[in-house]
């Protein structure tokens, strides 16, 4: 590492607060873990998690335990996540496509025992006979998980804040949770993993909420929401990525449209903040400045519209050092941007680096 390099860290990690917004995507998530796993190993941490869905989950497994416990029960989370099958199968090939595609319908069928179950009537309420129902699956087995892996005294004692998004299914409002303000319990990340209708959404204080992942699944918009008093770094990682190739098949079309409408927000969110900081830069070009470093899980190539549902080793496992990878490049980025005067700096891996980055998986690690 090159002395302006670890500079560039050391300030990362001490002179300016870092916030980090983890986006959802269920079991995608195990990108943002591996993301975590390098700033952890860098020594940088958050001053403040925002985050939805299982961005929520990670922030909150990140905040609810000492630094030394974060990466065993990270870990610990998705080895009972997964589905337990003998081997692992490298990127790119038709019977990878084949393996995904039987795990996500072994999960579909089963359920994960710490995350979600079958309800009923569930799916049988569409029978014109059957009772009513809101959602198919049950996920209260993600509330077990979730007091067993997190110290929900410290995730409140605000040594990390936390905000974690939630949506009022009623009114369609985002609605935010933080620790700064409220005492959160599991069934506020409940509500904010309630992606409608598979899960049921969840009441809280007397509103319906359910997770944001079709109005904000990238909460960018909340920490810069906030006064700015000083210089700060935003870390975005988000699941879904608007890059991708063309579609070839009725189920790449499928996953081209999941991806679009979970990724769109953030567009909109950049937009907004570059027109934003052009004002601010007009008339008060001296003042703060944000830095904004934004990662994306780019899909491989045997992923398909299923894809948030696959808990397969192998895709679990190139997820994670994918997340890892990019993690590094983020920084190595970060590191390298030339200065600005600018108030606002964004920066983003290119596509094809990400995609190389999935597509390579763990496989590289092991070679």
Request: glycine content about 8%; aromatic content about 8%.
């Amino acid at each position: 590492m090159t002395p302006s390099s670890k500079f560039g860290r050391e300030k990362l990690a001490k002179e300016q607060p870092l916030v980090l917004v983890l986006g959802g995507g269920n079991a995608l998530g195990s990108y943002l873990a591996g993301a975590y796993e390098h700033l952890l190993q860098q020594a940088i941490d958050p001053q403040w998690i925002v985050g939805g869905s299982i961005g929520a989950v990670t922030g909150a497994i990140i905040a609810g335990n000492a630094p030394e416990d974060r990466l065993p029960r990270l870990k610990a989370f998705w080895d009972e996540a997964m589905i337990r099958s003998p081997g692992l199968l490298g990127r790119g090939s038709k019977i990878r496509h084949t393996y995904n595609e039987l795990h996500t319908i072994t999960a579909l069928l089963f359920g994960r025992p710490g995350l979600f179950g079958h309800r009923y009537p569930g799916m049988l309420s569409m029978l014109p006979w059957m009772p009513d129902d809101v959602a198919l699956y049950d996920h209260t087995p993600l509330r077990r998980t979730l007091e067993r892996l997190v110290d929900f005294d410290r995730l409140n004692r605000g040594g990390i804040r936390l905000t974690v998004g939630c949506v009022d299914l009623e009114s369609g409002d985002d609605v935010l949770f933080d620790t700064t303000r409220d005492t959160l319990t599991p069934e506020h990340f409940l509500a904010s993993s309630a992606i409608t209708p598979i899960f049921p959404p969840i009441e809280i204080d007397g509103r319906l909420l359910c997770d944001p992942g079709y109005t904000n699944n990238l909460p960018l918009d909340v920490p810069f929401a906030e006064p700015m008093n000083q210089d700060f770094t935003c870390i975005a990682v988000e699941l879904f990525s608007l890059q991708a190739s063309r579609p070839g098949s009725l189920d790449s079309t499928a996953e081209r449209a999941n991806d679009l409408i979970f990724a769109s927000p953030t567009r909109r969110t950049l937009k907004a903040l570059e027109r934003e900081f052009a004002l601010r830069d007009r008339w008060e070009p001296d003042g703060p400045t944000a830095t904004l470093l934004h990662l994306a899980y780019y899909a491989g190539s045997d992923e398909r519209a299923g894809k948030a549902f696959d808990y397969s080793p192998s895709s679990i496992h190139d997820r994670w050092a994918a997340g890892k990878r990019d993690m590094e490049k983020g920084l190595a980025l970060l590191d390298d941007a030339p200065g600005t005067r600018r108030r606002f700096r964004y920066l983003a891996l290119d596509p094809q680096q990400e995609a190389l980055s999935a597509e390579l998986g763990a496989a590289a690690e092991t070679a």
